[in-house]
């Protein structure tokens, strides 16, 4: 199966019901399951803050009355307010002076109660409590009673008037709530999930149906069968889209076969307008830029001759040289222009010959070998395969092998080395090399260097004269005859290459 059809099957199997349903259903689970373990790890300790607060409210109420001196009617007043607290908190409180003795108290048997507020204030209780807050006037902890059954939040420590105090609140009601409200929120959240899930079915079925149709009609439509009709009648946006389905139905079955071939024609001609455009000025600029100094020169040394500013006969000579010098260079840039836009726009096309590679390397070694690399002093080495024939153009295989010399000419170094070399490769293909030691191209060059008019090196490119077309020739002959053709930076110098088939 391919991975179209995959894809395909795919969504067939992920249809909107299903996904309406399960994404509903899972949002509803994490939503409980986000607000049980919200219960879970913050519920006590929210009850805990809440019965802190209260305690603090019995604490600043035994603060704000002076039991030393109160009349009948504060007295009164102190124990409504302090009933009320420790009715509706469930909280219970006692004072002592600072001889222990107890001043007044909400449980029956203050004795025990005295006794643990003694030995919390001299601190002579065995278990460290487990402190929740303090400051200088009380402090709120977790404290659990001697018999290990219960635990309470108790805040203790010292009124204005010198008194000693505590308050205290049972820890196990809250517990117990926070329990069996976690029961019934895992009971009520996997009722809401089956409930829900029954109600989101029925609600995406009515949904989805005319969805569905649309899709059946979209995928008639995209198999160009333009009969298909929407019927629905639920008076709703879904009905209106398919009624706009219905019309470019119509338009589309009108209109396809003169849009496909005005759309195919119109592409043509603006990828070829715009290939035309884009060479047009991207060869004029290039030209402009490559032309500027060799014509600059010349006019220079011409107004030289011509206002006899070099009187004697070798000076002339030179001014001469110079001019013939630039317009050789101009020309044969010209030349190589011309051979350039024949390739790219297909005027000349390969002839394919079958030939003898091995004899074209040779004769090209042995003239170019000769007449350009002796004279510099460079040593040419070569590592030629014998009888090794290829089909291609023999004049632009040529000239491919003479831009890839002559390139290595120019950029050898001081070493003074080239190695041309031959090697057969898989599938009955050839690749030829040339080698010549210098420094490496840079890597943000490597991909530019078959670009026309690119020079990694323009002073350099300069003194030999070089157009930076040779490499964009090689690219375009190598890609006319599908043949591979690259460059490789090794330790001591740079390697070009192109390929060739056998066969």
Same mark, same amino acid.
């Given at each position: 199966?391919?991975?179209?059809? #995959?894809?395909?099957?795919?969504?067939?199997? !992920?249809?909107? #019901?299903?996904?309406?349903?399960?994404?509903?259903?899972?949002?509803?689970?994490?939503?409980?399951?986000?607000?049980?373990?919200?219960?879970?790890?913050?519920?006590?300790?929210? +009850?805990?803050?809440?019965?802190?607060?209260?305690?603090?409210?019995?604490?600043?109420?035994?603060?704000? +009355?002076?039991?030393?001196?109160?009349?009948?009617?504060?007295?009164?007043?102190?124990?409504?307010?302090?009933?009320?607290?420790?009715?509706?908190?469930?909280? @219970?409180?006692?004072?002592?002076?600072?001889?222990?003795?107890?001043?007044?108290?909400?449980?029956?048997?203050?004795?025990?109660?005295?006794?643990?507020? !003694?030995?919390?204030?001299?601190?002579?209780?065995?278990?460290?409590?487990?402190?929740?807050?303090?400051?200088?006037?009380?402090?709120?902890?977790?404290?659990?009673?001697?018999?290990?059954?219960?635990?309470?939040?108790?805040?203790?420590?010292?009124?204005?008037?010198?008194?000693?105090?505590?308050?205290?609140?049972?820890?196990?009601?809250? !517990?117990?709530?926070?329990?069996?409200?976690?029961?019934?929120?895992?009971?009520?959240?996997?009722?809401?999930?089956?409930?829900?899930?029954?109600?989101? =079915?029925?609600?995406?079925?009515?949904?989805?149906?005319?969805?569905?149709?649309?899709?059946?009609?979209?995928?008639?439509?995209?198999?160009?069968?333009?009969?298909?009709? =929407?019927?629905? &009648?639920?008076?709703?946006?879904?009905?209106?889209?398919?009624?706009?389905?219905?019309?470019?139905?119509?338009?589309?079955?009108?209109?396809?076969?003169?849009?496909?071939?005005?759309?195919?024609?119109? #592409?043509?001609?603006?990828?070829?307008?715009?290939?035309?455009?884009?060479?047009?000025?991207?060869?004029?600029?290039?030209? @402009?830029?490559?032309?500027?100094?060799?014509?600059?020169?010349? @006019?220079?040394?011409?107004?030289?001759?011509?206002?006899?500013?070099?009187?004697?006969?070798?000076?002339?000579?030179? =001014?001469?040289?110079? /001019?013939?010098?630039?317009?050789?260079?101009?020309?044969?840039?010209?030349?190589?222009?011309?051979?350039?836009?024949?390739?790219?726009?297909?005027?000349?096309?390969?002839?394919?010959?079958?030939?003898?590679?091995?004899?074209?390397?040779?004769?090209?070694?042995?003239?170019?070998?000769?007449?350009? *690399?002796?004279?510099?002093?460079?040593?040419?080495?070569?590592?030629?395969?014998?009888?090794?024939?290829?089909?291609?153009?023999?004049?632009?295989?040529?000239?491919?092998?003479?831009?890839?010399?002559?390139? *290595?000419?120019? &950029?050898?170094?001081?070493?003074?080395?080239?190695?041309?070399?031959?090697? !057969?490769?898989?599938?009955?293909?050839?690749?030829?090399?040339?080698?010549?030691?210098?420094?490496?191209?840079?890597?943000?060059? /490597?991909?530019?260097?078959?670009?026309?008019? +690119?020079?990694?090196?323009? *002073? &350099?490119?300069?003194?030999?004269?070089?157009?930076?077309?040779?490499?964009?020739?090689?690219?375009?002959?190598?890609?006319?005859?599908?043949?591979? =053709?690259?460059?490789?930076?090794?330790?001591?110098?740079?390697?070009?290459?192109?390929?060739?088939?056998?066969?």
């Amino acid at each position: 199966m391919t991975a179209k059809g #995959k894809n395909i099957k795919a969504c067939r199997s !992920r249809t909107i #019901k299903s996904q309406i349903i399960l994404r509903c259903v899972l949002i509803m689970a994490c939503t409980v399951l986000f607000n049980w373990c919200l219960n879970f790890f913050f519920l006590e300790r929210y +009850y805990t803050s809440i019965t802190k607060k209260h305690l603090l409210e019995a604490y600043e109420t035994l603060n704000a +009355y002076n039991l030393d001196d109160m009349e009948e009617s504060d007295i009164e007043d102190f124990e409504n307010d302090m009933g009320h607290i420790c009715f509706t908190y469930n909280i @219970s409180f006692i004072i002592t002076d600072a001889s222990s003795n107890t001043v007044i108290s909400s449980v029956n048997n203050p004795d025990e109660f005295n006794q643990m507020l !003694r030995s919390l204030i001299i601190a002579t209780t065995s278990d460290e409590p487990d402190i929740i807050e303090e400051n200088d006037k009380y402090i709120v902890a977790n404290i659990r009673e001697p018999d290990g059954e219960t635990d309470y939040i108790t805040m203790y420590g010292t009124l204005d008037n010198g008194d000693f105090f505590m308050v205290r609140c049972a820890t196990e009601g809250i !517990r117990e709530s926070a329990m069996q409200f976690r029961r019934f929120l895992v009971y009520i959240g996997i009722l809401g999930l089956f409930l829900s899930f029954a109600l989101i =079915y029925f609600v995406t079925q009515r949904i989805t149906a005319p969805i569905m149709e649309l899709t059946g009609i979209s995928k008639r439509m995209k198999e160009l069968d333009f009969t298909a009709r =929407y019927e629905g &009648h639920h008076h709703n946006e879904v009905d209106i889209l398919g009624e706009n389905f219905n019309q470019m139905s119509d338009t589309l079955e009108a209109t396809i076969g003169q849009l496909k071939s005005a759309n195919a024609k119109l #592409k043509a001609d603006v990828e070829e307008k715009t290939k035309l455009d884009d060479m047009r000025k991207e060869f004029l600029a290039n030209v @402009s830029h490559e032309l500027k100094t060799p014509i600059a020169l010349i @006019s220079g040394y011409a107004e030289g001759l011509k206002d006899m500013a070099c009187e004697d006969e070798e000076s002339r000579e030179f =001014y001469c040289d110079v /001019i013939m010098d630039e317009a050789k260079k101009m020309n044969h840039m010209v030349k190589q222009l011309m051979q350039l836009n024949s390739l790219e726009f297909g005027n000349n096309t390969p002839d394919f010959v079958r030939f003898s590679l091995t004899d074209l390397v040779k004769n090209c070694l042995s003239s170019s070998g000769e007449m350009i *690399a002796a004279p510099k002093g460079i040593n040419v080495e070569s590592d030629i395969l014998e009888n090794v024939y290829v089909w291609a153009d023999e004049y632009q295989i040529e000239e491919v092998f003479r831009n890839y010399f002559n390139n *290595a000419v120019n &950029h050898v170094d001081d070493r003074k080395l080239i190695r041309v070399s031959m090697e !057969r490769m898989d599938d009955y293909r050839v690749k030829v090399s040339v080698f010549n030691t210098g420094k490496n191209i840079p890597e943000d060059s /490597i991909g530019r260097i078959w670009d026309k008019f +690119y020079k990694v090196d323009k *002073a &350099h490119t300069r003194e030999y004269g070089g157009s930076g077309i040779g490499l964009s020739i090689v690219k375009a002959v190598m890609e006319a005859h599908g043949g591979g =053709y690259g460059v490789v930076n090794e330790e001591d110098g740079v390697r070009f290459y192109f390929v060739l088939s056998e066969k």
